[in-house]
C-alpha cells in the first residue's frame, strides 16, 4: 500500500498517474492566487495537460523536500525546466495534500516563477 507520504510524492515530481487512484472522487486543488479545480477527472485532465506541456521539456528537480505529518503532506520543491530551444525556466513550489480514510481530499498550491539562474544548485 501507498502510503500518503509515497503519492504527494509522485504527483510532486510529475509523476501524476502514480496517484490517480488516491484522489478522492470530490477532490478539490486550490492553486493561492489562481483557481480552484475540483473532481478526481478535472484534477486527472490538468495533470495529463501539464504532462503534455512537458513532454519535450527537460525536468531537473534542485530541491525536493517532503514533511509527513501523517494525514498532511507537505513538498517544497524548486524545479528547473529547459525546453528544446534551451530557454530555462525555475520554478518554486510547496503543496499541501490532505489525505482522509487514505485518499487526497485536498491538495493547496503556492507556486511562483523565479529566476533560473538564483535557483538553488543541485
Known amino acids: 500500500m501507498r502510503t500518503p507520504r509515497d503519492i504527494a510524492r509522485a504527483f510532486c515530481s510529475h509523476r501524476f498517474a502514480e496517484a490517480y487512484d488516491s484522489l478522492a472522487p470530490d477532490v478539490r486543488w486550490v492553486s493561492r492566487g489562481g483557481t480552484t479545480t475540483e473532481g478526481r477527472q478535472a484534477v486527472i485532465e490538468i ?4 504532462l503534455r506541456e512537458l513532454a519535450d521539456t527537460t525536468t531537473e528537480f534542485l530541491s525536493f523536500v517532503v514533511i509527513d505529518g501523517g494525514d498532511t503532506v507537505a513538498v517544497d520543491a524548486v524545479g528547473r525546466y529547459v525546453d ?3 530557454a530555462a ?3 518554486s513550489s510547496c503543496d499541501i495534500f490532505e489525505f482522509r480514510g487514505g485518499l487526497v ?3 493547496t498550491s503556492y507556486t ?3 529566476d533560473p539562474a538564483a535557483a538553488p544548485a543541485s
Open 47 to 50: 495533470c495529463e495537460g501539464t
Open 84 to 86: 528544446l530551444t534551451g
Open 89 to 91: 525556466t525555475a520554478v
Open 105 to 107: 481530499h485536498q491538495i
Open 112 to 114: 511562483v516563477e523565479i
